[in-house]
C-alpha cells in the first residue's frame, strides 16, 4: 500500500490537470504576447484560468494577478503595499505563526524601516483578537494573517480581524489593508472575497491538486500595489515575464475541479482525518493532538511523545507512508517549529510531531495501515528509546 | 504546411523535457523539502538539472539558482547588485537595446535614486565600446548588456566589455560587476563563464525547447547578492518559494539535448535562415535586412517598406505562418520599436518590419513556402497600399 498524507507539503495534480498542461505544451504553445493566432490562443487560456480563479473566490477576473506561485504572491502583498504605502505609515501586523513567507518577508521590512508586530497565538495557534484591536494605530498600512496555519491547521478569525480593521480604520482615517495568505485555507473553506473586508489574498496551485510553479493574488480592484517583476509588462504591469501557460492553464482546470462540491468531498476528508485521529487517541498513549478540533480537515498535527518525529517519519516511509515533521515549507531547516513554540508546546512536544496532511485521494482503509504501523513504529522506538 | 518561426518568442519543448516533466508531475511529485523519499527524489532531480545547466556554461553547481523565468532572472541581477552595493556607489551602464526586463528595471531603479547609463549603438545594432569607457566610472557598481539582442540577432563584444570592466576595476579598485542576459544567446553561441569576467548571467528553459516557467541566473561564487523572493530559503535563501520540479527537471532535460552538438544544429538553422534571406533579398524589392549579417543564427529581421508588418503578419497567418513584429516580449504594447529607434531605422522600416525567428525544427522546404506566401502579401498589400 502507498499512502501520501503529506498533501500540505504538495499534492499529486488531477489527471485532467497534466492533460490541460500537454495541450499548452504541445500543440497550443505560443506566447501570449505574440500577435499571431498562437498567441491569441494561449492568451485566451490565461483569461479562461482567470475567470475561474476569480469565480472561485468571488472576485471580478481584473482582480486576480497570476504569478510563480504562493511565496511570489505573499512577497508581493507585503513589499508591494509597503512600498506604495510607505509615506502613510510604518506599521505591519501579523501573527507569530505564518508561514515563512509572510515571516521572512517581515524581517527584511523591518531591515528597511518598517515595524511588525506580532501577535500571539493561544494552545490552538488562535490569534489573540484584542491584541490585535491594541496594535492597530494611526501608522498601520497592513494586517496579514493566514487563514488556515499550514502546520496545525487552525482557522483564524478571519471576519472578525475584517471587522476589527474596519473599526480601526473608521477611527484613524486611513485605509489599512488586509492580506490572508489562503494557501491552506483555498479549497478547504469557502471564501469569498466580495464584502469580506479582504484586500489581498493570496492562492496556490500545488496545494489543490494542480501544478507546481503558479500561484495567483487577489487584489481588490483600485488598490495601489507596486509591482514586482519588471518587464513586458505581462499580468497588467504587476508581474512581468513570458506567462507560464500551461502552469495557468492547468491551474484554472485545477480550481474548476475542485472547487465542483468541494465542501461534500471535505467532509470526507474531514471522516478521514477524524478516523485517524480517534485511532491514534484510543491506540496510542502519550500523545498530544496539536491541532484544534474544529480545524482544517485536512491537516492532523500530533505529537508523540517520547519519539522522534524524524524517526518516526523515516520509519513510516518504509512502509511506504509519506508524512511530515511540522511544515515542508521551511526546507529542511532544523530545529524547533516557530508554530509549535508559539503555541507552547514543550520540548518533547516538539520532538515528537508529526503532521498528516489529507486529500480526497486517501481512504479509510489506508488509515487503518497507517495506525498498525504507526503503532507498531512509536511502540518500537519507544522500547528502544528513540533518543539514545 | 504548418510554419513556426516566432522562435525568439517562445519554442515548442521537445517530446522528451515533456516525458521527464510528466514523470515529475505523475509519480515523483513530492516537494523537494519534504524529509522522505518522495522529497529526497525530487530535490535529486533539481539537483541533476543544476549540474547540467552548470556544465552547459562552464559554471559550478553551486553558481546556479534556479528562477520562475529569464525575467526573474535579470531582475535579481539588477535589484539583487543594486540593494547590495549600494554603498560602493549608484551607476549602471547598459544599453539603449536591451530587452524591457532590464530596461523597466533601470527605470525603477532611477525612481530609487541610482543612475543608469545607456550606450548606444551602431546601425548593426552593437554598442559603442568606447562609450563604455567613458562610462565606467568610480560610481560604477554593474554593467548589464545582453549577449544577442532578441529583435536584431547583433551579437555584442562580450570579452571586449569584460575587459574594459577589468582595466576600469584596476583604475578605479573597486569591483563592478558585468551581467549578461544570454536568453537568445544560450545554446545559439558557445557560452563559457569561466574567466569571462562575466560575474551573472541570465538563461531560459523556453526559448530552447524547455517549459516556461522556468530559467535560471549564474552567480560568480562569492559575490552577495540580495535574494529576492522570502521564504523557506529555497535555491539557497536566494529564491524561496517551492521548487517548480516539473519545469526545473524539464529545464535540465531541455539544456541536456540542446547543447549536445548544439553548434553543428545551429550551422543548419543558420543555413535556413540566409535561405531565407537570399530569397527575400533575391526575390521582394523594397526591403531592408536590419539583422546584421554575422548576428544570431537564428533571428532575421526584415523591413517591408510601405507594408504594415502587422497585417503582413495576420496575412501570413492565413497560411500558418507565425511570425512576428520586433519582439514578443513587449506584451502587445503598441508603438515603436525601441531597438529600431536606436539603430536609427525610418518610419517605414519600423513600421514594415518582421521578425523571422528560426529553431531546428523548421527546413528549407517551408522557407520555399514562406517566400511565395510572403511575395504574394507583399505584391498584394503594395498593390492596396496596406495604410489606408
Known amino acids: 500500500m502507498f499512502v501520501y498524507l503529506d498533501n500540505s507539503a504538495t499534492t499529486k495534480s488531477y489527471k485532467k490537470v497534466i492533460e490541460v498542461m500537454l495541450r499548452y505544451m504541445e500543440t497550443d504553445y505560443g506566447n501570449p504576447s505574440s500577435l499571431h493566432r498562437m498567441g491569441l490562443d494561449a492568451e485566451k487560456a490565461i483569461k479562461e ?8 473566490m468571488g472576485a471580478k477576473d481584473e482582480e486576480i494577478y497570476f504569478t510563480s506561485g504562493g511565496t511570489e504572491a505573499d512577497n508581493i502583498a507585503l513589499f508591494g503595499t509597503a512600498y506604495a504605502r510607505k509615506r502613510k505609515g510604518n506599521k505591519i501586523i501579523t501573527s507569530q505563526i505564518e508561514h515563512p513567507a509572510i515571516l521572512e518577508s517581515c524581517k527584511n521590512l523591518v531591515d528597511m524601516g518598517f515595524k511588525v508586530e506580532y501577535l500571539p497565538v493561544d494552545h490552538n495557534g488562535i490569534i489573540d483578537v484584542s491584541a490585535l484591536n491594541d496594535a492597530l494605530d494611526d501608522q498601520s ?22 471587522e476589527m480593521k474596519r473599526n480601526a480604520e473608521k477611527k484613524i482615517k486611513t485605509e ?47 488598490l495601489n500595489i507596486k509591482p514586482y517583476l519588471y518587464g513586458g509588462g505581462q499580468e497588467r504591469g504587476l508581474r512581468s515575464g513570458t506567462e507560464n501557460v500551461p502552469a495557468i492553464a492547468g491551474f484554472g482546470k485545477a480550481v474548476d475541479l475542485y472547487m465542483k462540491n468541494f465542501e ?58 509519506y508524512v511530515s515533521t511540522g511544515s515542508a515549507c521551511s526546507s529542511k531547516k532544523r530545529g524547533q517549529s516557530h508554530v509549535l513554540e508559539a503555541i507552547g508546546s514543550s520540548a518533547s512536544e516538539t520532538d515528537g510531531v508529526i503532521r498528516f496532511s489529507f486529500s480526497e485521494f486517501n481512504t479509510i482503509e489506508e488509515m487503518d495501515y497507517v495506525l498498525v504501523n504507526l503503532k507498531n513504529a512509536v511502540d518500537k522506538f519507544r522500547k528502544l528509546g528513540s533518543f539514545q
Chains 1, 2 share one sequence.
Do not use: W
Not at 484560468?49 to 472561485?56: E, H, N
Not at 496555519?149 to 475584517?162: F, H, K, R, V, Y
Not at 493532538?289 to 492532523?300: E, F, M, Q, T, Y
Open 141 to 162: 498600512i497592513l494586517i496579514t494573517v493566514m487563514q488556515i496555519n499550514n502546520e496545525l491547521g487552525s482557522i483564524q478569525p478571519i471576519a472578525e480581524i475584517a
Open 264 to 321: 461534500k468531498r471535505m467532509e470526507t476528508v474531514r471522516t478521514i482525518r477524524n478516523y485517524l485521529e480517534e485511532g491514534i487517541c484510543s491506540e496510542i498513549r502519550d500523545i498530544r493532538v496539536n491541532s484544534p478540533k474544529d480545524g482544517s480537515p485536512a491537516i492532523l498535527n500530533v505529537s508523540f511523545i517520547g519519539v522522534r518525529g524524524e524517526v518516526l517519519l523515516h520509519s513510516l516511509e518504509q512502509a511506504n507512508i
Open 49 to 56: 484560468a482567470r475567470k475561474i480563479v476569480a469565480a472561485s
Open 176 to 222: 489599512i489593508l488586509f492580506h490572508t495568505d489562503a494557501v491552506q485555507s483555498f479549497g478547504k473553506l469557502p471564501i469569498n472575497v466580495k464584502d469580506s473586508g479582504i484586500d489581498l489574498l493570496t492562492v496556490s496551485g500545488h496545494k489543490i491538486h494542480g501544478p507546481k510553479g503558479v500561484g495567483a493574488i487577489y487584489i481588490r480592484k483600485g
